[in-house]
């Protein structure tokens, strides 16, 4: 298992080199090409609302990413530190539906990221929350030579 951790101001500007980062790693991973835009999407949606709920929250740490290649599945984690009511795992879908979900805003980006990734888990608690997506993974065809 190949994992790339990626760690960057919470700072709007640093949102586009998480996405093309992502989206390098997920290649290489071997997530399907035609696939390469919603993973950079999603990605940008996710760090945008961690960049979001730290400036609101007067928050200096930084944004995490974690990329995590496995046999069959390439996962992105993006995760924040900014002080949420505590929740179990679910999907974004349950999150969706969730009266006391943080804001309005926070609600859309999270719509988004539903519509662009089949596999997402949201996570909150007191001491920060995470969104994690995954994909399958193809392996490399094989070459003769």
Same mark, same amino acid.
């Given at each position: 298992? #190949? $994992?790339?951790?990626?760690?960057? @101001? #919470?700072?709007?500007?640093?949102?586009? $080199?998480?996405? =093309?980062? #992502?989206?390098? !790693?997920?290649?290489?991973?071997?997530?399907? &090409?035609? !696939?390469?835009? &919603?993973?950079?999407?999603?990605? *940008?949606?996710?760090? $945008?609302?961690?960049? *979001? =709920?730290?400036?609101? *929250?007067?928050?200096?740490?930084?944004?995490?990413?974690? =990329?995590? /290649?496995?046999?069959?599945?390439?996962?992105?984690?993006?995760?924040? &530190?900014?002080?949420?009511?505590? +929740?179990?795992?679910?999907? #974004?879908?349950?999150?969706?539906?969730?009266?006391?979900?943080? $804001? /309005?805003?926070?609600?859309?980006?999270?719509? !988004?990221? @539903?519509? =662009? +990734?089949?596999? +997402?888990? +949201?996570?909150?608690?007191?001491?920060?929350?995470?969104?994690?997506?995954?994909?399958?993974?193809?392996?490399?065809?094989?070459?003769?030579?």
């Amino acid at each position: 298992m #190949a $994992t790339v951790e990626l760690r960057f @101001s #919470a700072l709007p500007e640093h949102v586009r $080199t998480a996405r =093309l980062v #992502a989206a390098a !790693v997920a290649r290489r991973a071997g997530v399907d &090409e035609a !696939v390469l835009d &919603e993973v950079r999407l999603a990605v *940008g949606e996710a760090c $945008t609302r961690a960049v *979001g =709920l730290h400036q609101h *929250g007067g928050i200096s740490a930084p944004v995490k990413v974690l =990329l995590i /290649e496995e046999e069959k599945q390439f996962s992105i984690e993006v995760g924040d &530190e900014a002080p949420h009511a505590p +929740v179990q795992a679910r999907s #974004a879908d349950e999150v969706l539906g969730d009266p006391d979900a943080e $804001t /309005e805003e926070d609600e859309m980006g999270l719509a !988004v990221i @539903s519509g =662009l +990734v089949d596999d +997402v888990e +949201v996570s909150a608690g007191e001491n920060g929350g995470s969104i994690r997506m995954r994909w399958p993974t193809t392996p490399p065809a094989a070459t003769f030579t």
